[in-house]
């Protein structure tokens, strides 16, 4: 869908997903804060930690001024031979989570990596799933890509549970150490020809080919 440019000098925020229930696209400060808060308000149970490192439990006011300087950094540290697209979801309007898409030498490897959040509150409602869908149609459709990767504990069905639904396979196993010891993981993986194979949920892509040069795509 083609759209009015409205942030010519960085048109990344121009680019909206939309799914039957969700949007997602890059947070202004004022969302920023807001996603901030749904985040401090809880991700997991205490106790476990489902991310590569741990962000999730540091103190305020850590917590949140290294929260914003992330999504600062990502935008940052910007190419089109190394991205980060930190996608605020957002649902009636309210951030409820975060959805990344990520790539190195997107030119050469078409490959993607994925990562996300929900808040606590809005887990166990299929939102994982329709949100990693969104972003995976804007990597197959979208940019071209040929492969999408990612990767879980062996303590985490639910992220594990999403990938197996969207069609990735097993791509052998790894290790992460977020909090100094190391805990096995299990990868996956997505291919264009698996992704194409079944009929997927409407996604509605806004605003890409302005930034499409950014992707290096």
């Given amino acids: 869908m083609i759209a009015p440019m409205t942030h010519p000098v960085w048109p990344l925020y121009d680019l909206q997903l939309r799914t039957s229930r969700l949007e997602l696209r890059l947070p202004n400060e004022g969302e920023i804060a807001e996603l901030c808060a749904v985040a401090r308000a809880g991700i997991h149970p205490p106790g476990e930690m489902p991310f590569g490192v741990a962000w999730s439990t540091k103190p305020s006011p850590r917590f949140e001024r290294e929260f914003i300087q992330w999504h600062w950094q990502q935008r940052a540290d910007w ?23 990520l790539a190195r030498q997107f030119t ?6 994925t990562g996300s959040w929900l808040g606590l509150g809005q887990q166990g409602r299929g939102f994982g799933k329709e949100m990693r869908g969104a972003v995976l149609t804007l990597a197959f459709e979208g940019l071209g890509a040929e492969v999408a990767t990612t990767e879980a504990f062996l303590d985490n069905p639910a992220s594990a549970g999403v990938s197996r639904s969207l069609g990735y396979l097993p791509n052998g196993a790894g290790s992460i150490a977020p909090e100094g010891v190391s805990r096995p993981t299990e990868r996956f993986r997505l291919t264009r020809d698996i992704w194409a194979a079944r009929p997927r949920p409407p996604v509605t892509v806004v ?9 290096g795509a």
Avoid: K, N, Y
């Fill in 108 to 113: 050469t490897f078409h490959a993607v990596h």
């Fill in 207 to 215: 605003g890409l080919e302005a930034c499409r040069a950014m992707f």
């Fill in 79 to 101: 190419t089109a031979e190394a991205w980060s697209l930190e996608l605020a979801v957002f649902l009636d309007r309210r951030p409820i989570g975060s959805q990344s898409l």
